[in-house]
């Protein structure tokens, strides 16, 4: 009979969800049995992981009772939105509150809450410093995120609230990768000045996560920021020089200018660079290098991981 604990993971084909799965797959000490949520169980990628030996279960955020019937029995959740697939910070928050009473529904002893900071904190509606998106919010996916921390506390489930940060693999799929200038050189272009950015390989939040859960109670009723590396964007410009073997400078513009742009997200994004921006320090001290290591003695670093993907940067 087996007994291991289940982690039930939402996103299983995603980037978080799905770094979690695979470290729970290939984790040495055997230690936790994987439920891959996904709203499609028939999609390539979930017939993949069935066959690598999770189990696969079809629930969707916006149907309670979906997520009621996959959390039960399991041991562990770990819970994650998706605001870009639908730009809503409203529906961010009602996936929010369906997860953490899921959870609750099924009695899971550690929920990890993938969240992020509400930057009104910080700047608050009336600081024009930043404009104001939709009304109420600074930077929207960060602060439904955060807002949506006290459905879980409210409802005094034991969760671990885990603060991500920038991917990496964001240079190849979300277009922030070098772009060819009108001169033919290729330049990138993120509001950050000289400040530094935190951030981390998508796959390593999972084995980050994975690190959380096996260390039982101890993160339990913690905020944990996490991080590989914290680099200037000219690091950043300075390492794709290297790898890519081809000039690559870093075109430092200001938050409106990107603001500007006109891409779906544009506007967010452009005060979301501003804030890590603006509140460099405290930001980045959130993000703690040495307790990523602890939890995943693994991660990789900017430059080791474009060195493994640099075929797949666009160059356009």
Same mark, same amino acid.
């Given at each position: 009979?087996?007994?291991?604990?289940?982690?039930?993971?939402?996103?299983?084909?995603?980037?978080?969800?799905?770094?979690?799965?695979?470290?729970?797959?290939?984790?040495?000490?055997?230690?936790?049995? &994987?439920? @891959?949520?996904?709203?499609? /169980?028939? *999609?390539? =990628?979930?017939?993949?992981?069935?066959?690598? $030996? !999770?189990?696969? &279960?079809? @629930?969707?955020?916006?149907? /309670?009772? *979906?997520? =009621?019937?996959?959390?039960?029995?399991?041991? $562990? !959740?770990?819970? &994650?939105?998706?605001?870009?697939?639908?730009?809503?910070?409203? =529906?961010?928050?009602?996936?929010?509150?369906?997860? !953490?009473?899921?959870?609750?529904?099924?009695?899971?002893?550690?929920?990890?809450?993938?969240?992020?900071?509400?930057?009104?904190?910080?700047?608050?509606?009336?600081?024009?410093?930043?404009?104001?998106?939709?009304?109420?919010?600074?930077?929207?996916?960060?602060?439904?995120?955060?807002?949506?921390?006290?459905?879980?506390?409210?409802?005094?489930?034991?969760?671990?609230?885990?603060?991500?940060?920038?991917?990496?693999?964001?240079?190849?799929?979300?277009?922030?990768?070098?772009?060819?200038?009108?001169?033919?050189?290729?330049?990138?272009?993120?509001?950050?000045?000289?400040?530094?950015?935190?951030?981390?390989?998508?796959?390593?939040?999972?084995?980050?996560?994975?690190?959380?859960?096996?260390?039982?109670?101890?993160?339990?009723?913690?905020?944990?920021?996490?991080?590989?590396?914290?680099?200037?964007?000219?690091?950043?410009?300075?390492?794709?020089?290297?790898?890519?073997?081809?000039?690559?400078?870093?075109?430092?513009?200001?938050?409106?200018?990107?603001?500007?742009?006109?891409?779906?997200?544009?506007?967010?994004?452009?005060?979301?660079?501003?804030?890590?921006?603006?509140?460099?320090?405290?930001?980045?001290?959130?993000?703690?290098?040495?307790?990523?290591?602890?939890?995943?003695?693994?991660?990789?670093?900017?430059?080791?991981?474009?060195?493994?993907?640099?075929?797949?940067?666009?160059?356009?």
């Amino acid at each position: 009979m087996d007994t291991k604990k289940t982690i039930v993971v939402v996103g299983a084909t995603g980037a978080q969800g799905g770094g979690l799965v695979q470290a729970i797959l290939n984790d040495n000490a055997h230690e936790f049995n &994987v439920r @891959a949520i996904t709203r499609n /169980i028939n *999609s390539d =990628k979930a017939k993949e992981l069935l066959k690598q $030996g !999770a189990e696969v &279960v079809a @629930a969707d955020l916006d149907d /309670i009772e *979906s997520l =009621k019937k996959a959390f039960q029995g399991a041991y $562990g !959740a770990y819970c &994650v939105t998706f605001f870009w697939n639908h730009f809503s910070p409203e =529906k961010e928050k009602e996936n929010a509150r369906a997860l !953490a009473e899921a959870a609750k529904y099924a009695g899971i002893k550690h929920v990890i809450w993938s969240t992020l900071d509400d930057t009104r904190h910080w700047i608050p509606l009336n600081d024009n410093r930043m404009p104001t998106l939709l009304g109420k919010y600074k930077v929207p996916h960060f602060d439904a995120k955060g807002e949506a921390n006290h459905f879980f506390t409210d409802l005094g489930l034991p969760v671990t609230f885990l603060n991500t940060v920038f991917y990496w693999d964001n240079f190849i799929y979300f277009g922030l990768g070098p772009k060819k200038g009108q001169d033919g050189k290729l330049s990138i272009s993120i509001p950050m000045g000289d400040k530094k950015l935190p951030g981390i390989v998508a796959a390593d939040i999972g084995k980050c996560a994975l690190g959380i859960f096996k260390a039982n109670q101890k993160y339990i009723g913690k905020t944990i920021g996490i991080a590989g590396e914290h680099l200037t964007i000219k690091e950043i410009a300075e390492t794709f020089s290297q790898v890519l073997n081809k000039e690559v400078i870093y075109n430092s513009i200001e938050p409106e200018v990107y603001r500007s742009f006109g891409f779906p997200g544009a506007e967010d994004m452009g005060n979301m660079f501003q804030f890590k921006r603006d509140f460099e320090q405290e930001y980045c001290k959130s993000r703690d290098l040495e307790l990523t290591r602890l939890l995943n003695p693994t991660v990789r670093s900017f430059k080791d991981w474009l060195i493994q993907n640099k075929d797949l940067i666009p160059q356009e």
